[in-house]
């Protein structure tokens, strides 16, 4: 309600007026950390549902020790303060000489957007039924139609909440952002808030 406030107030509503809304469209900073938010978002969320889906369905094929050994791996990201795991990538990056910026940030929401993918696809595949698979190439199905066919759409559900997990979880990343974004002058909407915070106070727009 008060970001139509006529006036900077968040208490006292003094008149209705678009100015806020205006200034924001008219920042060139604002529009590219929104652009720059929702364009990571997208990748992120594609590539870590395609991948997480991919490593799932191997996972549920694979024998018990690896299957035990990929869940472990698989819940550090999640069970690690965010913190941590953006120190972590940060200490990765540097190791391997790679200069920080938009493909650091890219490949480091990716990497903590997975491991929620595959919790949400794992339970759909256990209660897949194995006979299905097995009847529909018994039918004359290739693996591949048997995937397509089958699988997907028996774990659509579940990839379909990682999805959603997946974009949520990228939009709202400040910690591993910042220390993955570099000093190229990329903001996504995260570290422009933050940024703009730390200068004496959110601006209305």
């Known amino acids: ?3 139509f406030n006529s006036s900077k107030s968040l208490s006292v509503f003094k008149g209705f007026s678009l100015k806020w809304y205006e200034k924001m469209f008219n920042s060139g900073e604002i529009m590219d950390a929104i652009f720059y938010t929702i ?3 997208v990748l992120t969320t594609v590539i870590s549902t395609v991948v997480g889906t991919i490593t799932a369905i191997g996972m549920s094929k694979s024998k018990k020790v690896i299957r035990k050994s990929i869940e472990q791996i698989n819940d550090f990201p999640i069970m ?3 913190i ?10 540097s190791a391997v000489a790679i200069r920080k910026g938009f493909v650091t940030m890219l490949l480091a929401h990716i990497m903590f957007c997975i491991p929620y993918v595959i919790l949400s696809i794992m339970p759909k595949l256990r209660s897949l039924d194995p006979n299905l698979i097995d009847a529909a190439l018994d039918l004359g199905a290739t693996p591949m139609q048997a995937l397509w066919k089958v699988i997907i759409p028996e774990v659509r559900p579940g990839m379909i ?3 959603m997990l997946a974009l949520t979880l ?3 990343d400040f910690a591993v952002t910042v220390f993955t974004i570099g000093n190229q002058g990329l903001e996504t909407l ?3 808030i933050y940024a703009d915070a730390r200068k004496g106070g959110l ?3």
Request: proline share 6%; net charge negative; charged share 10%.
């Open 84 to 93: 941590v795991t953006a120190i972590g990538l940060l200490m990765f990056f």
């Open 203 to 205: 601006t209305p727009e």
């Open 170 to 172: 990228s939009i709202d």
């Open 190 to 192: 995260s570290t422009y």
């Open 161 to 163: 909440s990682g999805f």
């Open 80 to 82: 690690n303060p965010e």
């Open 1 to 3: 309600v008060f970001s």
């Open 39 to 41: 364009i990571v978002a």
